[in-house]
């Protein structure tokens, strides 16, 4: 399980990367859309980095709960946008959003374990 958990952070990272290339290509007449776009790139390479040590240090549960809102955000703004575009099955949307709410899970069973609280 922990190897599928740094799996599906680096996908999120790798989509990020991809988010980010993108948003370049796509936004590199309009500065001011591009640089929301890359927000969202650097938000999801954020993401990744924190699941990742999330991932290793499976007693920290404060680190799990971050994770979890982080990545329960970033599920939801991925579905919205498939809502915006008019397509909520959008590879996308679907991507994004299904391996962002796979992390939640594994952010939440981090977070949910008993034992003590690492501070």
């Known amino acids: 399980m922990k190897l ?14 991809g988010h980010g290339l993108g948003s370049y290509l796509g936004y590199k007449q309009e500065p001011l859309t591009m640089l929301w776009a890359l927000c ?15 991932s290793g240090r499976p007693a ?27 397509n909520v099955f959008d590879p996308r949307a679907l991507g994004n959003g299904g391996t962002a709410l796979a992390l939640a899970a594994f952010s939440l069973r981090s977070a949910m374990r008993s034992g003590p609280a690492r501070a």
Not at 4 to 17: F, K, P, S, T
Request: charged share 10%; net charge positive.
């Open 40 to 54: 969202a790139s650097i938000l999801g390479l954020l993401l990744t980095a924190i699941n990742l040590l999330r």
């Open 60 to 86: 920290d549960r404060p680190l799990a709960w971050i994770c979890f809102a982080g990545t329960l955000a970033m599920a939801a703004s991925a579905f919205a946008f498939g809502a915006l575009i008019g």
């Open 4 to 17: 599928l958990d740094r799996i599906l952070a680096c996908v999120l990272g790798l989509g990020a990367i």
